[in-house]
């Protein structure tokens, strides 16, 4: 298995490149800024659409393994029912964290964190086949869905506001189907990351193997839904079936159809892989000391962004009808501060400020230091 140093410092990079993708699509839609840019920089920018959230919740499947490691390589029952317990405990304190954060960022992930733990705590022992098996059904599955049901339900495109939320049936459908993260499919991210957790990622050679599959897997998805699409366009179908037909071959996160799902998918492995591989070779540097603690930080650097970023932007009236370039700007600024925050702050506390909290809350255990 993969050292306890490079592993972790790898993660933390992986999910340190995730929190800045994350700011950089979150302040780019809020801004209206997705396409208010030259044409080149709206393409790059929108590479990052649906694949920074996808990146940390595969990353949240690495840490579940990296978690119950040793639990699972023991097969003692009691450490097994320990370590999800604590699984189960964080799953609770996130979704409650999450729903209560929700009225600040209606875009919130980590009520969705929540359900994918809680499912996934229940697969920590499952052979790696059943979790690969487990995401294919549920990508198949949403495919199924996404014809009989309507995907638009709730939905105020204009506004992203989601109608009767706050109703059972209608946070149910909003978790479990047509939420901007639906338990069903991305829940398939999670066991991934799992699976990819358990992979001794130290080894050069594994990593090429996993290359050889995550790689043509963005590939061959992005240019699948390229090449249908433009024959869709070119076939001058009736206005809706042509509509639904490109949802359907599309790779943008909404709705989250099966080709976006292996090109995330594919991708998000490929920056785990990639970024295991920087740790490993530049654990000693000054420069990726910055990124292993923004990583370190990530759900206190997610609540930040959006109450500390957006604040001050909204405060200085500068939060709406941006342009790209001003958006990027803007993220990369609250990027920088971010990891100099995290920095300085990891040099005196083990944890984050929110990291804490959760540890407090979800592990009575006690720790040393």
Request: charged content about 15%.
């Given at each position: ?9 790898g ?8 929190v ?14 997705e ?17 920074a ?18 639990s ?10 320990r ?18 954060y929700?009225p ?12 994918y ?93 996993v ?6 897997a ?28 490109l ?29 295991v ?25 997610y609540v ?8 001050a ?21 609250f ?8 920095t ?26």
């Amino acid at each position: 298995m993969i050292d306890d140093q490079t592993r972790v410092i790898g993660v933390d990079v992986a999910r340190a490149a995730a929190v800045f993708g994350m700011v950089v699509v979150n302040f780019k839609i809020v801004m209206g800024a997705e396409s208010a840019g030259p044409d080149w920089l709206v393409w790059m920018a929108g590479l990052l659409d649906g694949r920074a959230a996808a990146t940390f919740v595969v990353l949240a499947g690495v840490g579940i393994s990296l978690l119950s490691r040793r639990s699972r390589e023991s097969g003692a029952l009691v450490a097994v029912a320990r370590d999800r317990g604590t699984l189960i405990r964080r799953a609770v304190f996130l979704f409650l964290f999450g729903l209560a954060y929700t009225p600040v960022w209606p875009g919130d992930i980590l009520h969705f964190y929540g359900v994918y733990i809680c499912v996934a705590a229940f697969f920590l022992t499952a052979p790696t086949p059943r979790l690969l098996g487990g995401a294919s059904v549920l990508v198949l599955l949403f495919m199924v869905l996404l014809f009989p049901l309507n995907y638009e339900t709730g939905w105020d495109w204009d506004t992203l506001n989601y109608e009767g939320f706050w109703t059972p049936s209608g946070m149910l459908r909003h978790l479990l189907f047509n939420g901007f993260h639906p338990v069903v499919p991305w829940l398939a991210f999670m066991l991934v990351g799992m699976a990819l957790g358990r992979l001794d990622l130290s080894d050069a050679d594994i990593r090429t193997r996993v290359l050889r599959w995550s790689v043509p897997a963005v590939v061959l998805a992005e240019s699948a839904s390229w090449g249908l699409r433009r024959w869709i366009v070119a076939a001058a179908l009736p206005a809706q079936n042509e509509a639904d037909l490109l949802a359907a071959l599309g790779t943008d996160p909404m709705p989250p159809v099966l080709l976006y799902m292996v090109a995330a998918g594919g991708a998000a492995v490929t920056v785990v892989v990639a970024c295991v591989w920087l740790g490993n070779r530049y654990r000693d540097s000054v420069w990726i000391e910055p990124l292993v603690a923004t990583g370190q930080m990530a759900l206190t650097l997610y609540v930040a962004h959006v109450v500390i970023g957006m604040g001050a932007l909204e405060a200085a009236g500068v939060l709406e009808d941006r342009s790209l370039s001003f958006a990027l700007l803007a993220a990369g600024i609250f990027c920088a501060a971010g990891a100099i925050f995290a920095t300085t702050w990891r040099l005196r506390f083990r944890r984050g400020p929110l990291e804490w909290v959760m540890r407090v809350a979800t592990d009575p255990r006690p720790r040393s230091g």
